[in-house]
């Protein structure tokens, strides 16, 4: 299985920009991005995907390096609320039935 | 609309005991996972339904575990019997179809404790 690699933790201060990296370097060219995150006591949810340009939505963006090897989160202004551990996920193309796999993501930590 | 709903949220049993999880996916979401998740662990696939059969259970220790999805909705995984390596969260997913832009709604897991 193709696998991400991201750092263990990361801290934020409340209200600045935070961006999460996240390394796949043996990505194949039907591997979709994923990114996921879960909150304490509950199961993860998803943030965003993409497969090769960047991708913006109400949560965050993602930003794709070109050779596809590697991934950026961004959320644009931490709150409080998104501390939580985020998964970055290779979902594989369709003859692997486009299943996640998650990794040990990382626990990102907001400090007031 | 309703989330994904799962029961009971906390389990605690005696090694060598059954156990049963119930899962109620979203309306209409024909595809069906359940994951274990250990402590400091990202979720692990155990088994994949599509509509009322299972697609992928390659992870699902067969000797202990089992899961059925009757008429395509709800789902039970069951432990018989359980483990002390057992304990760990158990949640239940659901999604559309398995295509990439499918997103997959979790529910809040059943912890299950074996003493």
């Known amino acids: 299985d193709a696998k991400t690699t991201q750092p263990n933790s990361m801290e934020s201060n409340e209200e600045e920009p935070v961006h999460l990296p996240c390394n796949h370097s043996?990505?194949?060219?039907?591997?979709?991005i994923h990114w996921y995150r879960q909150l304490p006591s509950q199961g993860p949810e998803y943030v965003i995907h993409?497969?090769?340009s960047n991708v913006n939505n109400r949560m965050a963006s993602l930003a794709i390096a070109e050779d596809r090897k590697s991934s950026t989160l961004i959320l644009h202004r931490a709150t409080l609320r998104d501390a939580a551990v985020y998964y970055c996920?290779?979902?594989?193309?369709?003859?692997?039935?486009?299943?996640?796999?998650f990794g040990g993501g990382t626990r990102l930590m907001v400090k007031p | 609309e309703a989330g994904v709903v799962q029961s009971p949220r906390y389990k605690i049993i005696e090694k060598k005991q059954p156990v049963a999880f119930w899962c109620n996916p979203i309306?209409?979401?024909?595809?069906l996972y359940w994951y274990l998740q250990n402590l400091g662990q990202g979720p692990e696939l155990l088994i994949r339904?599509?509509?009322?059969?299972?697609?992928?259970d390659s992870q699902l220790p067969k000797d202990r575990f089992s899961a059925e999805r009757l008429k395509g909705v709800d789902s039970t995984l069951k432990i018989q019997p359980a483990e002390l390596g057992d304990s760990a969260v158990y949640l239940c997913?659901?999604?559309?179809?398995?295509?990439?832009?499918?997103?997959?709604?979790f529910g809040p897991g059943t912890r299950l404790t074996v003493l």
């Open positions: 997913a659901s999604s559309e179809g398995q295509g990439a832009r499918n997103e997959q709604f």
């Open positions: 043996t990505i194949s060219g039907t591997d979709y």
């Open positions: 993409g497969l090769t």
């Open positions: 996920i290779l979902q594989r193309g369709p003859n692997a039935g486009n299943m996640l796999t």
């Open positions: 309306s209409g979401h024909n595809t």
């Open positions: 339904y599509e509509n009322e059969e299972a697609v992928d």
